[in-house]
């Protein structure tokens, strides 16, 4: 039996270690893992909480992140509830092993503390790491502060373990901004906390010698297609089950969840479109417009994966000027994220129109300046009809104007 | 001997490893492809023999690679020891072997490598290979005599 | 443990198999015969990993699988981790009392092949091995990466053509010696290491016996003749195992905690490697005069190696 871990009705926690103690709290079974910055302290908690009692899991401290997943694939086909934390390089590291435990349908939870990925190296926060997990069949939810990482990391054992889903979830934070930022948080007790997760109920146990099962099968060309498409089915059927995951949290908590949330959207003209701590800087700077008389809203995407394609539309139709904003390096294309919202105001009647940031890349900060002046563009764009600048461009880049790809429609 | 009650299910031989299983749709396969090996409770899986068991349709145990023979291993039980040398070699869980008794070949499973023929200690040797499409029968009745000591190899 | 019963053959085969027919390894294959045995040591619930290779590609062929136990496969190089994950929960799930049968007795196993084993695994071995987890290694070596062709890996001894190490106009094969990885795995500490060979069943099943009881983490490298890669006639499998034991190309040993080192075969009358390479396809090139030498190093390394295992015997430490 655990200890007891005395806990306030108000914490002054940063993003790891609120992560950290819903990890204590959905009491996880095993956690393997390795080192990175700047995810490392809810690990290394984890750790703390095992050798002081007041959890009762093994801790195992494997070589590398890509044995950190394995084990805890391992570990999650045993029948136990499993998580663990990684970013950036460490993440990249992982790659091979996140397929392979989304292709056996286990649900791990990774708390992902997103970081820009070499080279050059670069320990802050961008969502490079966080992009290069979106093929790779996990759930994937956004946190924008710590008390989000703390719920969102307690909701997603309950969806994971869902048995119409049984996927993996991965909960992002931004790097230092939300893991290292102490911030107003308040926990659920202990009991509470519990009973809202509940206990985890293996399937395909491989401690049940009464059924043995074989996990990891190989599927060549007549078999393969099913089994990813069965996959790509459940992630998207996990659709209702997180919403109503969302809503059973809110009458406990108060605290609401959508997977697209909006805000300041019901009049907006012109919006940003964000993820990650960005939205609460864009909020402020939306705020200040209104005295302006600019009609600015935000659309946050809380859940990545699966990709909100209906609510994005939905929340987006009737702006007239939309910028999406990529906090990572598209590398030769408009940014993906740009991409993905982009597709889907295109089967909109009014059809927004829509330009491309790239900004903060490795840490770079986004200010409340920079967001108001991005919506203006934006403001700009829409009293035009067309977009008058480059649809691709760069906020915060030191150097000559740069820009890509001008619109076929002004 | 290949008359031996070894079918553990009806099922046993009917499905043909190259031909695949019926190429079933997304809606029905198996959830992140996970196979189970018997159907019902295996608990007790160690004591049981085959042909106790409940292989499910996953189990290799219900397929056969019989196609794979080129030539085939023949059994003379008048020959043979027991030594249990062919079984505890046998690549393919091929030998039929039961309360220390060696049985015969499990021709769903055999590959026709003739590894339990090398192995075979007795003189002549109880396992010899043969062509596939031979009758057992026939190959029985050209069994070898026992070699003196000087034409042994 | 529940440990069956090895004193002969006969009391042995009384074992129902765990391991099915129908899996599509070549016929021949030792890496069956190697895993069946391990599996008939013990009666006790198994919970099995591999890494990809000839083992893993060949027994869970969706839709079937040749595995009567719990089997996971991840990747090429995870399988000592896959096990030991699931051994961790194993222990807390023991603790918590949340298993389906609390008591049912149950050992972990991991198996990988030489190229998982020596090169792209080796880390995650390493790292297992040192975290001290209670589970079994067991190495199937057939000296190349044998699944994807017969290329060299970290295991092809030096004068064997492999497909990215060939024999040739300008070249004898490999140039690199095989790396001990039995004196690596004894160097982690652990409590049992071993080299054993399928043609002794007897001392391979002792080995796997003592390997599956011993708590903490223990290594077996077995050696198994491929008979596609090294090029020999299917059903010659044993004798070539006789002549790998018999020329101690492959000496049999054990070496507990790290130092004490025990030979479990002394060959009556050691055959000269000649016999030994020149039963197979990929060493025919050394006869000729060119290569005679390469020849004569792998004597002498095999009478150094023979003479260094003697001597560290002798020591008892």
């Known amino acids: 039996m655990a200890e007891k871990f005395d806990l306030n009705e108000r914490e002054v926690w940063d993003g790891n270690y609120a992560a950290s ?117 996990w759930i994937q939810m956004d946190a924008f502060n710590a008390q989000e990482a703390y719920d969102l990391t307690l909701c997603a054992f309950k969806i994971g373990e869902n048995h119409s889903v049984r996927l993996p979830v991965m909960v992002h934070q931004d790097g230092f901004t939300t893991s290292h930022t102490a911030q107003n948080t308040y926990p659920l007790t202990d009991e509470a906390a519990a009973k809202f997760v509940g206990k985890i109920v293996p399937v395909d146990d491989m401690l049940d010698f009464s059924r043995p099962v074989t996990y990891g099968a190989q599927t060549e060309s007549d078999w393969h297609f099913e089994h990813k498409i069965k996959q790509h089915k459940a992630i998207m059927d996990s659709r209702p089950v997180i919403d109503e995951v969302y809503a059973e949290f809110e009458k406990l908590t108060g605290r609401e ?30 705020e200040e417009l209104k005295s302006e008389g600019i009609k600015a809203g935000i659309v946050a995407i809380r859940c990545f994966r699966p990709f909100p394609f209906d609510q994005v539309r939905e929340a987006l139709k009737n702006v007239k000027c939309v910028s999406v904003l990529d906090r990572s390096s598209p590398a030769g294309a408009m940014g993906a994220f740009f991409n993905e919202v982009s597709a889907a105001l295109y089967t909109t009647a009014s059809r927004p129109l829509v330009t491309n940031f790239i900004y903060g890349l490795g840490g770079r900060d986004f200010s409340i300046e920079e967001a108001k002046r991005i919506f203006k563009e934006q403001q700009a764009h829409a009293d035009a009809g067309h977009i008058t600048t480059d649809i691709q461009q760069f906020s915060g880049l030191r150097g000559p104007y740069l820009g890509f790809f001008q619109t076929k429609r002004g | 001997m290949q008359d031996l009650k070894l079918r553990a299910n009806d099922n046993r031989g009917l499905s043909q490893l190259e031909a695949g299983f019926d190429l079933l749709g997304w809606h029905e396969i198996t959830q992140g492809s996970i196979l189970h090996s018997f159907d019902g409770d295996a608990t007790n899986i160690v004591n049981l023999k085959a042909e106790e068991r409940t292989y499910s349709g996953y189990n290799s145990y219900t397929a056969t690679v019989a196609s794979w023979r ?84 | ?40 040591c013990t009666d006790d619930n198994l919970v099995i990993s591999a890494n990809t290779g000839c083992l893993e590609v060949s027994t869970a062929v969706y839709p079937f699988t040749s595995w009567d136990t719990s089997w996971i496969h991840i990747g090429f190089e995870n399988a000592a981790t896959a096990v030991t994950g699931a051994e961790a929960m194993h222990k807390v799930r023991k603790r918590k009392g949340t298993l389906p049968d609390n008591d049912a007795p149950v050992k972990f196993v991991a198996f990988g092949g030489d190229g998982s084993t020596y090169d792209i695994g080796f880390q995650w071995l390493s790292g297992a091995m040192e975290r001290g987890h209670d589970f079994t290694y067991i190495c199937l070596d057939n000296e190349n990466y044998a ?36 004196a690596i795995m004894a ?70 905690d790290g130092h004490e080192l025990n030979i479990l075969y002394r060959p009556k009358n050691v055959l000269p490697v000649e016999d030994y390479l020149g039963a197979q396809g990929r060493y025919k090139h050394l006869f000729k005069p060119e290569n005679k030498h390469v020849i004569e190093q792998i004597q002498g390394d095999i009478d150094k190696n023979w003479e260094m295992l003697q001597r560290r015997e002798e020591a008892r430490i």
């Open chain 1, 21 to 137: 103690q819903a990890l204590r709290q959905a009491d996880v079974d095993v956690v393997a893992a390795y080192p990175i910055t700047p995810s490392t302290p809810i690990v290394e908690n984890y750790g703390s909480y095992v050798a002081n009692g007041y959890i009762d899991g093994e801790f195992i401290m494997v070589e590398s992140e890509h044995a950190a997943m394995s084990g805890c694939i391992g570990a999650s086909a045993a029948g136990g509830r499993v998580a663990t934390a990684t970013s950036s390089q460490g993440f990249a590291l992982m790659a091979e092993v996140l397929y392979q435990a989304s292709g056996m349908r286990l649900p791990i939870v990774l708390n992902v503390v997103n970081r820009a990925l070499a080279s050059p190296l670069n320990v802050s926060g961008d969502h490079s790491d966080m992009y290069l997990g979106r093929d790779s069949g």
């Open chain 3, 147 to 182: 699944n994807t062709g017969g290329q060299r890996s970290s295991a092809t001894p030096i004068g064997a053509t492999t497909s990215t190490a060939q024999a040739g106009s300008h070249s004898y094969g490999k140039k690199e010696k095989k790396k001990d990885i039995v």
């Open chain 1, 257 to 286: 969840y959508k997977r697209v949330e909006s805000y300041n959207m019901e009049d907006a003209d012109v919006a940003i479109v964000a993820l990650g701590t960005t939205v609460e800087t864009a909020r402020i700077a939306a």
């Open chain 2, 70 to 153: 080129v030539d085939k291993p023949v059994f003379n039980i008048d020959v043979c020891i027991d030594c249990q040398n062919c079984w505890v070699w046998c690549p393919d869980s091929s030998i039929i072997s039961r309360d220390k008794q060696m049985l015969g070949i499990d021709y769903d499973h055999c590959k026709g490598c003739g590894v339990c023929v090398e192995v075979c200690p007795t003189n002549p040797k109880s396992l010899l290979m043969f062509a596939e499409q031979r009758e057992l029968g026939e190959a029985l009745s050209q069994w070898p005599e026992k070699k003196k000591k000087e034409e042994k190899n």
């Open chain 3, 187 to 256: 160097a982690h500490g652990a409590p049992y290491v071993a080299q054993l060979a399928p043609n002794k069943w007897k001392s391979m099943a002792k080995g796997f016996q003592k390997a599956l009881e011993i708590e903490g983490p223990c290594f077996i490298n077995t050696v198994s003749p491929c008979t596609t890669e090294w090029r020999f006639d299917p059903k010659d499998t044993i004798l070539l195992t006789d002549l790998a034991t018999e020329s101690l190309m492959f000496p049999i040993y054990e070496i507990l």
């Open chain 3, 1 to 40: 443990m529940a440990i069956t019963s090895i004193k002969n053959l006969k009391e042995f085969s009384t074992n129902n198999d765990r391991f099915e027919g129908a899996h599509t390894l070549c016929p021949g294959c030792a890496h069956s015969m190697i895993v069946r045995e391990l599996m008939n």
